[in-house]
């Protein structure tokens, strides 16, 4: 299944609900029970048919039952995150109604995704400090400049991930190298 996306997508166009609660229909920004019913594909994203995926090889595993995280969208086209759960029946050919549990995590997800950006940029600040920690000591304790023009390459290199650091001198109108260093 992983080499025939196609055949995942065709899947989710042929699944159909056939019922829904009232938190189902909230869920999913739909008004009534005839907007919701039908084709399942109206409420995956084409790029996040995974779950469907593992959906199918449980079912071709002859597994009891399934759960998976998904990102679903409702009809207005709101990403919505979910859990759904469900249970499969004992009769691999009583496969016309299954009972499907869904539910939001959507708040929860926006919570994780503000955490890691949190702890991203922490992380970037403390690397800074320690960075210009390191050229403060270096400033007070070498007295030497090129030691110095050096070390600040060095720790600019490291900090920005980049391959080379310059540091150019103005003399007169021409700019005249005065520091270089390369990632090794």
């Known amino acids: 299944m992983n080499n025939n996306p196609e055949f995942v997508k065709r899947c989710s166009e042929l699944v159909y609900t056939l019922n829904a609660n009232r938190a189902a229909l909230d869920l999913c920004g739909a008004e009534n029970l005839d907007e919701y019913l039908g084709s399942l594909d109206k409420f995956i994203y084409a790029n ?58 959507t708040t929860r997800k926006a919570a994780e995704q503000e955490r890691k950006k949190l702890l991203i940029s922490d992380r970037a600040q403390r690397e800074l400090a320690d960075t210009l920690g390191r050229i403060g000591t270096a400033l007070n304790s070498v007295l030497d400049l090129n030691d110095v023009l050096e070390l600040i390459c060095d720790e600019t290199i490291e900090l920005l991930e980049m391959d080379a650091a310059y540091i150019w001198l103005v003399e007169g109108d021409e700019l005249v190298r005065f520091a270089a260093k390369s990632a090794q």
């Open 48 to 105: 996040s048919l995974d779950n469907l995926r593992n959906q199918l090889v449980a079912i071709s595993l002859g597994e009891q039952w399934f759960e998976g995280e998904s990102l679903n969208r409702t009809l207005g086209g709101e990403k919505i995150y979910i859990i759904l759960a469900m249970t499969f029946p004992a009769d691999s050919n009583a496969f016309d109604s299954v009972l499907v549990s869904v539910v939001d995590i």
